[in-house]
């Protein structure tokens, strides 16, 4: 019985959220056309996030190096929560808040997008990695949730789903990232569920 309730209750709040999201579809698209165009001048789409963020950064840098659903040429996708030895350096040398915001430093370009991902939004490392983009003319396009939190207004376009409920949030994150990068595909007339 309890967790037929429990499972009913996660169900529910599931289905509100998903309900709520359609909202967001311009602002995913606006997300995709900004990536999709980074890439085809040459630049690479960054993706940082903590424990299951950072999966979901992971899962959509690899729905871009590898494919979405078909063949086709690779994408520049590239997850920060990846290298062992560079998160254990930086946070050794110079904390963990600074694990991304390096990253950003040593790697990122002017033109590039960052993909910055907290269901809280106040993630300390996601928040420098997002300052960081921004001072070198990084693009930053924030996944978020509850109300965007810390940084909200940190970044240039804000894709937060209301709800708090972190596995939720999560839930929708995935969702919304495998739409955005089906529509990078498309854009980049590469693939997309429908082309």
Known sequence: MGSTSLFDRALAEH????DGIARL????EAAAARAAECIERGGKILFCGNGGS????????AELVGRLVRDRRALP??????DSSALTCIANDFGY????????????????????????GNSPNVVRAAQAARQLGIY???FLG???GTLGPLVDLAVTVASDETARIQE???????????RIEQRLGVGGWDS
């Open 15 to 18: 289905e509100r959220v998903f």
């Open 25 to 28: 579809a311009p602002v995913l």
């Open 54 to 61: 950072a999966g979901d950064a992971q899962h959509l840098a």
């Open 146 to 148: 509850r109300d965007g």
């Open 97 to 120: 808040d600074e694990v991304f915001a390096r990253q950003v430093e040593g790697i990122g370009r002017p033109g590039d997008v960052l993909i910055a991902i907290s269901t809280s």
């Open 172 to 182: 929708a994150h995935i969702f919304l990232g495998h739409v955005m990068c089906a």
């Open 77 to 82: 996708g590239l997850a920060l929560s990846t």
């Open 140 to 142: 930053v396009v924030g």
